[in-house]
T-cell receptor
Framework: QKEVEQNSGPLSVPEGAIASLNCTYS??????FFWYRQYSGKSPELIMS????GDKEDGRFTAQLNKASQYVSLLIRDSQPSDSATYLC?????????FGTGTRLQVFP | GAGVSQSPSNKVTEKGKDVELRCDPI?????LYWYRQRLGQGLEFLIY????????KSGLPSDRFSAERTGESVSTLTIQRTQQEDSAVYLC??????????????FGPGTRLLVL
C-alpha cells in the first residue's frame, strides 16, 4: 500500500462546477497535510495546509480532514479553466513530506 | 524577496558522466529538501537538511547519489555515473525549519536532467 494515494484522473469538470479531489494516507500518526498545485512544466505551489479535523476554507478552496478515516480532500468551488493543473496531496511523516502522485484536473469552458 | 533558485535549469549528459545540481534556498530558511519527479509521477523524497543536524538521507536511491549543504545556505546534489533512469526533474525546496518539517515548503523551479 502506498503511503499517500490519489486517483490520477483526469478529473474533468465544467467551468463553474465544484471539483472534488481526494487523498488517503496510511500513517495514522500523521498530523500535517498539504495540497499543492502543479502546472505542467512548473514546480509545485502551496494551495492549502490543514492540521485539524474538519473544514478549512480559503477563498474558493476548502480542505477537509478526517483523521479517523485517514482521508483528506480539496474542494474547488466555481472552477475556472485556470484551475486546470495537477493537484498533489502531501502528508507530513517524521521529518519530511510524502507526496501522492497527484490528480490531474481539467476544467472545460 | 528572492525565492528558491536552482541551477542549471536544464542539463543533458551522457550515461556514465557525473552531474552536480545546485540549490540556493530562501535566505534564513534552515530546512532544505531535495526531491525527484519523473515524468508524470509524484515527488520522490531524496534528502533533508536541517541546520547543522545530520541530514536525513533515507530517500537517496543508491550510493551514486550524494548531497552536501554548506551551513544553512547552498546545497549541491551530485549524481555519479549517471544512468538513463536518473532522467527526471530534480526539485529543491526550503522552509523556515521552525516546526520540525510540519510547515510550508517553497519549491525552486527545478533542474531538468536528461541522461542520454
Amino acid at each position: 500500500q502506498k503511503e499517500v494515494e490519489q486517483n490520477s484522473g483526469p478529473l474533468s469538470v465544467p467551468e463553474g462546477a465544484i471539483a472534488s479531489l481526494n487523498c488517503t494516507y496510511s500513517d495514522r500518526g500523521s498530523q500535517s497535510f498539504f495540497w499543492y498545485r502543479q502546472y505542467s512544466g512548473k514546480s509545485p505551489e502551496l494551495i492549502m495546509s490543514i492540521y485539524s479535523n474538519g473544514d478549512k476554507e480559503d477563498g474558493r478552496f476548502t480542505a477537509q480532514l478526517n483523521k479517523a478515516s485517514q482521508y483528506v480532500s480539496l474542494l474547488i468551488r466555481d472552477s475556472q479553466p485556470s484551475d486546470s493543473a495537477t493537484y498533489l496531496c502531501a502528508v507530513h511523516n517524521t521529518d519530511k513530506l510524502i507526496f501522492g502522485t497527484g490528480t490531474r484536473l481539467q476544467v472545460f469552458p | 524577496g528572492a525565492g528558491v533558485s536552482q541551477s542549471p535549469s536544464n542539463k543533458v549528459t551522457e550515461k556514465g558522466k557525473d552531474v552536480e545540481l545546485r540549490c540556493d534556498p530562501i535566505s534564513g530558511h534552515t530546512a532544505l529538501y531535495w526531491y525527484r519527479q519523473r515524468l508524470g509521477q509524484g515527488l520522490e523524497f531524496l534528502i533533508y537538511f536541517q541546520g547543522n543536524s545530520a541530514p536525513d538521507k533515507s530517500g537517496l536511491p543508491s550510493d551514486r547519489f550524494s548531497a552536501e549543504r554548506t551551513g544553512e545556505s547552498v546545497s549541491t546534489l551530485t549524481i555519479q555515473r549517471t544512468q538513463q533512469e536518473d532522467s527526471a526533474v530534480y526539485l529543491c525546496a526550503s522552509s523556515p525549519g521552525l516546526a520540525g518539517g510540519q510547515e510550508t515548503q517553497y519549491f525552486g523551479p527545478g533542474t531538468r536532467l536528461l541522461v542520454l
